[in-house]
């Protein structure tokens, strides 16, 4: 038993040592490693867009994980935004750098860092692949293999699906923190003047119930962290609520806005965020797939592989069933919220 412990003390006093020496040693290094990196990125900004003479950073107001540079020339004129985009492809996260023009047109871009099968991915790296990028709009990212035109790298449709789709995200982010927020002339709010968050958040609101004037946000009376909004009509009147919920899908969290009636069945949801796999499970931000929930109760939220009538998406069953029980969960909640408040609970 002595013999034992003896043991067992030598082995913690080597793996403390050994982990002081690992923490010394990467409080070193780190700095280096994210100067020469902030360095390396610099410079293939300079390369994608040499025109420009001043990158100025941005950070978006909606999403703090997203960094862009709106590139001016020495006349402090506007030539168009540099930024990267990052998705998991078959086997590491891509990421790309991309110039746009103020048209959101892509100028230029670069694959700076993948990890993909090599000799079939990797080759998104070869100078010949950005080139099929060049000069394409947002509507135009659509692999060759899903009724596009941009062609994939032959073995690796996933690694180009991974490419196009981040590109698409990050595009859309840009768009959206760059664009002029109106809210209609008509429509109260309770706050102002607000900020770009919330301005969105209220658009998103509007998108997927146009006819309320106002709404009003309330916390679940058994959970603050539960807020939901009851939207009203010009003669405020209650027309139905909205809420936001998150469950994890196949590899991401996937969150969404949910537009209900006064009798909580669903009118419209909409994906807020999403990283599942692109061209099966990214596909739950698609019209098509979104309008299966369409009408529904809580109690029709089943997909179909469990019996249910929510057609699943075609490879991205895990990614369906998320985002229905997501739905019915948030759905459970706030009826039992609603009831509380009206049976004299509310404050």
Same mark, same amino acid.
């Given at each position: 038993?002595?013999?034992?412990?003896?043991?067992?003390?030598?082995? /913690?006093?080597?793996?403390?040592?050994?982990?002081?020496?690992?923490?010394?040693?990467?409080?070193?290094?780190?700095?280096?490693?994210?100067?020469?990196?902030?360095?390396?990125?610099?410079?293939?900004?300079?390369?994608?867009?040499?025109?420009?003479?001043?990158?100025?950073?941005?950070?978006?107001?909606?999403?703090?994980?997203?960094?862009?540079?709106?590139?001016?020339?020495?006349?402090?004129?506007?030539?168009?935004?540099?930024?990267?985009?990052?998705?998991?492809?078959?086997?590491?996260?891509?990421?790309?750098?991309?110039?746009? !023009?103020?048209?959101?047109?892509?100028?230029?871009?670069?694959?700076? !860092?993948? =990890?993909?099968?090599?000799?079939?991915?990797?080759?998104?790296? !070869?100078?010949?692949? $950005?080139?099929?990028?060049?000069?394409?709009?947002?509507?135009?990212?659509?692999?060759?293999?899903?009724?596009?035109?941009?062609?994939?790298?032959?073995?690796?449709?996933?690694?180009?699906?991974?490419?196009?789709?981040?590109?698409?995200?990050?595009?859309?982010?840009?768009?959206?923190?760059?664009?002029?927020?109106?809210? $209609?002339?008509?429509?109260?709010?309770?706050?102002?003047?607000?900020?770009?968050?919330?301005?969105?958040?209220?658009?998103?609101?509007?998108?997927?119930?146009?006819?309320?004037?106002?709404?009003?946000?309330?916390?679940? /009376?058994? !959970?603050?962290?539960?807020?939901?909004?009851?939207?009203?009509?010009? /003669?405020?009147?209650?027309?139905?609520?909205?809420?936001?919920?998150?469950?994890?899908?196949?590899?991401?969290?996937?969150?969404?806005?949910?537009?209900?009636? =006064?009798?909580?069945?669903?009118?419209?949801?909409?994906?807020?965020?999403?990283?599942?796999?692109?061209?099966?499970?990214?596909?739950?931000?698609?019209?098509?797939?979104?309008?299966?929930?369409?009408?529904?109760?809580?109690?029709?939220?089943?997909?179909?592989?469990?019996?249910?009538?929510?057609?699943?998406?075609?490879?991205?069953?895990?990614?369906?069933?998320?985002?229905?029980?997501?739905?019915?969960?948030?759905?459970?909640?706030?009826?039992?919220?609603?009831?509380?408040? =009206?049976?004299?609970?509310?404050?």
């Amino acid at each position: 038993m002595k013999y034992i412990i003896q043991l067992g003390l030598i082995l /913690l006093i080597f793996c403390a040592v050994a982990s002081g020496v690992l923490a010394f040693v990467n409080s070193k290094t780190q700095p280096v490693i994210a100067a020469r990196k902030a360095l390396e990125e610099e410079q293939t900004r300079k390369e994608l867009m040499p025109e420009a003479k001043v990158f100025e950073e941005k950070v978006s107001a909606e999403d703090s994980t997203f960094i862009y540079y709106i590139a001016k020339d020495d006349k402090d004129a506007l030539l168009g935004y540099c930024f990267i985009a990052a998705k998991r492809g078959y086997s590491s996260v891509i990421r790309t750098m991309v110039a746009m !023009d103020d048209k959101y047109t892509i100028i230029n871009m670069k694959v700076i !860092d993948q =990890n993909e099968t090599p000799g079939l991915g990797t080759l998104c790296q !070869d100078k010949a692949f $950005p080139e099929r990028f060049k000069g394409r709009g947002f509507d135009e990212l659509k692999a060759d293999k899903d009724g596009g035109t941009i062609q994939s790298i032959t073995g690796a449709t996933i690694t180009t699906r991974a490419v196009i789709s981040s590109l698409k995200d990050a595009i859309q982010i840009l768009k959206d923190d760059l664009a002029e927020i109106e809210v $209609p002339a008509d429509m109260q709010t309770e706050v102002k003047p607000l900020d770009k968050k919330a301005l969105r958040a209220l658009k998103n609101r509007l998108e997927v119930l146009p006819e309320a004037k106002t709404f009003v946000e309330k916390k679940a /009376l058994a !959970d603050s962290n539960f807020v939901y909004y009851i939207a009203m009509d010009s /003669l405020n009147k209650s027309i139905g609520y909205t809420v936001e919920a998150s469950k994890q899908g196949y590899c991401s969290e996937i969150k969404l806005l949910a537009a209900l009636d =006064n009798e909580l069945n669903i009118r419209q949801i909409k994906v807020l965020n999403q990283d599942e796999t692109p061209a099966l499970g990214a596909e739950c931000q698609e019209g098509y797939f979104l309008k299966r929930f369409n009408g529904k109760s809580a109690n029709a939220l089943k997909v179909d592989k469990d019996g249910g009538m929510i057609k699943s998406i075609a490879g991205a069953t895990i990614t369906t069933r998320a985002i229905t029980n997501c739905l019915r969960d948030t759905i459970t909640k706030l009826k039992s919220e609603l009831q509380a408040r =009206n049976t004299g609970g509310s404050k």
